[in-house]
């Protein structure tokens, strides 16, 4: 158990580190340079000094051997469009996207869940129909337009929520909201396929034979042996859900961490980038590894099938 | 039964066990143990033992899927056991292979007939007139309509699929077959179907078989020679009608009476069996003295000791069990 | 399960299970009746195909060039429109549904192109790496495609658009360099089960090499499942390129695309918010009904796959 948790975490920091280097090459093939932006009087001269100071004049395998152990010793380094250090920067940033992915994740499994039970209890009636109509339609919306359509129905038209910016938590309902819809449809579709299997199963049967109540069937067997794919999907949703929550600060203007990082590379602002890209794939590697991790706990099957994960 | 068609000697299969992080080895299973069998043309031997004794591993060792720890294998007298996988195919001699499992070992998206035509194709048979004519040749002589051809094998019922397995043993024209547990799946009735597809095919054809099973009931009509497998080791070894009538080992005493209809004929009391109560020792970490030593009700003080060596009590009869010595002295 | 033969008949005959299906017109028939979800999605997609495929001929306007004089018109259904134009005009009075479909037509090009992009990574790294499986090539591959799902696919794809030019051909490759992890990791664990499988150990016993067993046995049964997975991701791809271009980082104009039509109107949202809505509703149905297609077509093969 013990080297199965060690074994994860080293293959954790592995994927970052090639995180950090595939991004640390390609922003810097990237054409266009930071320094002809930055140079107040663009003048050549002006140009070359701030590339010096940057360290943009030496090689890239030069340059990425003095960012790691900068890394590593906790140094993101300077952001050149901020004026601020990126720790800072991702400091002020990472709370907004943290609040709407975690507000997110809770309102689309909860609403999954509860339709999911609903759906797999009346299978295969007119309740469980619309509610997967309703899924299968809902997980066809691309997410940015139904952000657009919120903002112009919910906020423009009726005027009941803030649109965008973040002056105090009202302004992350919408936003949440949207990125939980993904999760929704997600969770709804798993829970009621699994439970309705649950339901279906013999020690089921043989409790309803046993004349045990259907709510005690319903949560003591069926539901429990939907858990671990439920909570395998869920470490798939984080992932996903990060991406949208990334896009869907920059439609609604919330100052997270996906509104910075478009903007920074768009300036090509090195460090934050970098910075930024890190956090958010060092968020997915630990929610996954925590789940895999977990699960490994949950079930002891796993733990051998596992093999080369 | 002249000619020996298969001939193991002192076959070993041992896995390492891996533990921790660095997969270091700390110890060794010994799954196949130094098993040696002489299989002539025209014999059917059985290998019984229970489920975990090591036969299916013995099996994978024959057919090449894994490599043996050490040991030869002589099919027709070549050693092929040193072989590379392409020299094995250029010795012509074949190994036919039935499975436990027939719906898995059936690709589940191939008609019978492309499964039959690919073992042909396997073993260089690759004309597509004559491939066609040995498909009916054979799906006749296992009893099938050649219109079977283009089903596939889901369509089948579990005895039709059987003999489809059986087919494709048969059709690349092996040395031998290796079959195992070819029935175990089957309900009697299927069972006694396809033991007697198995006769004929013994009278009509010379055919050589190693089967495996692990119930002796079985294998009575079929087997002439029977090998009793015990965690990787053979404990006795018998003409047919030696085991059934005058077995000397303690655990094929046991099997005889574990099958009811065998046991019927046979007075529990003068075989003085029975099973202690436990499971059979880890095969990474064997009894010191007989295999059988934990399990066995007559086990003396050098059972536990001793390993007991493979004696000849009769002409063809081998035990390896320490009651021999008792029963002589 | 099996069914009860008796002792007496010694060839079975082919009578005593049901034949082989056969593909006829009727048994087509009666698989779209029996999944109307199904046909309904194939009806929207084969609608939104042929706007797409067809777009040349259909059209009523030039998509590329408006009448300003005719500018920001509004759907059939409302005041101020023009029966010349059905869904209206946008900024500079050119003719949204004909620019619809030449957007839908990039679409369809982008969708299937990165689809078949993405499928070929996925099933060569998914194959390599399930039949090497404990080795260390296997180890690369896999945090190889960690690492694609540790990035953020918006990140990554303005990342390489701002290195290459985005044209209809590095889109197909953007979307599909960012979409491969998840389904060769299904593939992957596909072939890991596969190879322990009876069917591999009888060829493998009779001497098929190991490129024979990955193409004949492993992907021969690997098909049908992708084959089941294409719409799904085709309508994933979709949305992605509509978004890259709604962010003014995918396709540049001339080149209509769905999004870009949606980030036109954007600016008049207030005032004219069809011009957003209409081409999201094009979106939405066209992916809808490959949702619905897809769902149908998975759950048969894992039917299939149960029962085989």
């Known amino acids: ?149 919120l903002i112009l129905i919910v906020s423009v038209q009726w005027g009941l929520l803030p649109a965008v910016g973040y002056k105090s938590p009202k302004y992350l309902i919408l936003p949440a909201f949207v990125v939980s819809i ?44 939907s858990l671990i794919p439920f909570i395998t999907q869920i470490g798939g949703q984080v992932g996903v859900s990060l991406g949208t929550c990334v896009l869907i600060e920059s439609v609604f203007s919330l100052p997270g961490m996906g509104m910075q990082i478009l903007n920074a590379v768009l300036r090509r602002d090195y460090n934050l980038v970098q910075g930024l890209i890190l956090i958010l794939a060092a968020t997915f590697v630990l929610i996954n590894a925590i789940i895999d991790i977990s699960y490994s706990y949950l079930d002891p099957r796993i733990r051998k099938a596992q093999g080369g994960l | 039964m002249s000619e020996s068609i298969l001939r193991v000697e002192d076959l070993k299969k041992h896995y390492p066990i891996k533990k921790g992080f660095f997969n270091r080895q700390v110890g060794t299973k010994y799954v196949v143990d130094g098993i040696s069998f002489d299989i002539k043309s025209g014999e059917t031997v059985a290998l019984i033992g229970e489920s975990g004794c090591g036969k299916t591993v013995l099996l994978r060792v024959l057919l ?242 001793e390993r007991p060596e493979r004696k000849e009590v009769s002409p063809g009869h081998f035990v390896c069990c320490h009651l021999i010595d008792e029963e002589e002295s | ?104 037509q990039v679409s369809i090009i982008i969708g299937f192109g990165s689809v078949a992009v993405s499928l070929t990574i996925a099933l060569v790294i998914g194959i390599i790496s399930g039949l090497s499986h404990p080795s260390l090539l296997d180890s690369i591959l896999m945090r190889l495609t960690d690492v694609q799902m540790a990035f953020p696919f918006i990140v990554l794809a303005i990342i390489i658009l701002s290195v290459v030019e985005p044209t209809i051909g590095s889109v197909i490759l953007v979307l599909g360099l960012c979409s491969w992890a998840v389904r060769s990791r299904v593939i992957r664990s596909s072939v890991m089960i596969q190879k322990e499988s009876d069917y591999v150990a009888a060829g493998i016993a009779l001497g098929a090499s190991k490129f024979r067993i990955a193409w004949k046995y492993i992907l021969r049964n690997l098909l049908p499942s992708l084959v089941a997975a294409i719409p799904l991701d085709v309508a994933n791809a979709i949305v992605l390129e509509s978004l890259l271009s709604y962010m003014q980082i995918g396709l540049k104009p001339p080149i209509i695309s769905l999004g870009s039509i949606m980030g036109d109107g954007r600016n008049y949202m207030a005032s004219h918010w069809w011009m957003t809505a209409i081409p999201g509703f094009v979106i939405l149905f066209f992916v809808l009904g490959l949702n619905l297609m897809g769902d149908t077509l998975q759950k048969k093969m894992t039917d299939v796959s149960v029962k085989g």
Not at chain 2, 119 to 146: N, W
Not at chain 2, 210 to 224: G, S
């Open chain 1, 1 to 149: 158990m013990f080297g199965t948790i060690v074994k994860r975490i080293l293959q954790g920091i592995l994927v970052l580190v090639l995180v950090v280097i595939i991004t640390f090459v390609v922003l810097r093939l990237i054409p266009g340079d930071p320094a002809r932006q930055m140079a107040s009087d663009g003048s050549a001269q002006a140009v070359e000094e701030i590339r010096a100071e940057m360290g943009l004049d030496k090689p890239i395998y030069v340059q990425l051997f003095e960012y790691i152990p900068k890394l590593l010793t906790g140094q993101l380094g300077w952001s050149y469009f901020q004026k601020a250090p990126v720790f800072d920067v991702i400091v002020n940033t990472a709370p907004f996207t943290y609040a709407l992915l975690f507000s997110a994740m809770i309102l689309g499994v909860i609403m999954g869940l509860i339709f999911g039970i609903i759906a797999a209890v009346k299978a295969h009636t007119w309740v469980d129909r619309t509610l997967s109509a309703i899924a299968v339609v809902f997980q066809s919306m691309p997410t940015y337009w139904v952000a657009t359509m």
């Open chain 1, 182 to 225: 993904p999760i929704f449809t997600a969770v709804l579709r798993n829970v009621r396929q699994n439970v309705m299997d649950g339901l279906s199963q013999e020690f089921s049967r043989a409790a309803r034979a046993r004349g045990i109540s259907h709510i005690t069937i319903l949560f003591k067997y069926a539901f429990r042996n």
């Open chain 2, 64 to 305: 090449g899927l894994e490599k043996q720890t050490s040991g030869k294998i002589f099919l027709k007298g070549i050693d092929i056991s040193t072989l590379s996988k392409r020299e094995r195919k250029k010795t012509y001699q074949k190994l036919g292979m039935i499975f436990q499992d027939t719906s898995g070992s059936m690709h589940p998206r191939m008609t019978i007939e492309q499964i039959l035509e690919e073992a042909l194709y396997l073993v260089g048979d690759r004309d597509r007139k004559s491939q066609y004519q040995k498909v009916t040749d054979v799906l006749l002589k296992v009893g099938l309509d050649p219109a079977f051809r283009n089903r596939l094998p889901i369509q089948l019922s579990g005895g039709q699929r059987q003999r489809v397995v059986i087919a494709r043993a048969l059709i690349i024209n092996p040395a031998i077959v290796l079959a195992d547990e070819p029935v175990s799946a089957l309900d009697v009735s299927l069972q006694a179907q396809v033991l007697n597809l198995f006769m004929d095919l013994q009278e009509n054809e010379n055919l050589s078989m190693l089967f495996v099973a692990h119930d002796l009931a079985v294998v009575r009509q079929i087997a002439h020679r029977i090998l009793i497998m015990y965690m990787g080791h053979i404990l006795e070894e018998a003409p047919s009608n030696e085991i059934y009538s005058n077995a000397k080992h303690p655990y094929t005493k046991v099997l005889l009476i574990a099958s009811p209809s065998i046991a019927k004929g046979i007075n529990e009391e003068s075989f003085h069996v029975g099973l202690k109560v436990g499971d059979t020792p880890d095969p990474a970490n064997p009894p010191q003295g007989c295999l059988f030593c934990t399990r066995c009700m007559q086990a003396m003080e050098r059972c536990y000791k």
């Open chain 3, 1 to 104: 399960m099996e069914s009860k033969e008796t002792n007496t008949k010694t060839l079975e005959s082919t009578n005593s299970v049901a034949r082989p299906k056969k593909v006829t017109f009727r048994s087509i028939g009666r698989f779209l009746w029996e999944n109307k979800s199904f046909t309904i999605g194939l009806l929207i997609v084969l609608f939104m195909l042929s706007l797409g495929i067809f777009a040349d001929y259909i059209v009523p306007h030039d998509a590329y060039n408006g009448n300003p004089r005719e500018k920001l018109l509004s759907p059939f259904w409302m005041k101020d429109s023009n029966p010349k134009y059905v869904l209206g005009t946008d900024y500079i009075g050119r003719d949204t549904f004909s620019r619809i479909c030449y957007g839908l």
